[in-house]
Nanobody, 125 residues
């Protein structure tokens, strides 16, 4: 089992930046990939980005590509999501999650088996 704790959310003005962190702990840290997801009020949870543990291959949703960057620090068992040029439509609760298997697309929520509690990101002037 993997325990995940997100941090770094907050209130930021449009055009601003935030860096989210996802710290992993537990007995099964050899997961295949870690993904970031978000859920806005009244909307379904959607994939934002993903990083593959084996080779650090990264994936991004079209809506964030070029603005967000995912990266990992293996020594700290932490994955970061650097979010730049934030827009009001980025407002959501952001979750990190891990998956053990390489089956299905990176953004398929049901492939992820461990989830953090979420951190709120609000982009507003």
């Amino acid at each position: 089992q993997v325990q995940l704790v997100e941090s770094g959310g907050g209130l930021v003005q449009p055009g601003g930046s935030l860096r989210l962190s996802c710290a992993a702990s537990g007995s099964q840290l050899d997961y295949y990939a870690l993904g970031w997801f978000r859920q806005a009020p009244g909307k379904e949870r959607e994939g934002v980005s993903c990083i593959i543990s084996r080779d650090s291959t990264t994936y991004y949703a079209d809506s964030v590509r070029g603005r967000f960057t995912i990266a990992r620090d293996n020594a700290k068992n932490t994955v970061y999501l650097q979010m730049n040029s934030l827009k009001p439509e980025d407002t959501a609760v952001y979750y990190c999650a891990t998956r053990r298997l390489a089956i299905g697309a990176w953004y398929h929520i049901y492939e992820y088996d461990s989830w953090g509690q979420g951190t709120q990101v609000t982009v507003s002037s």
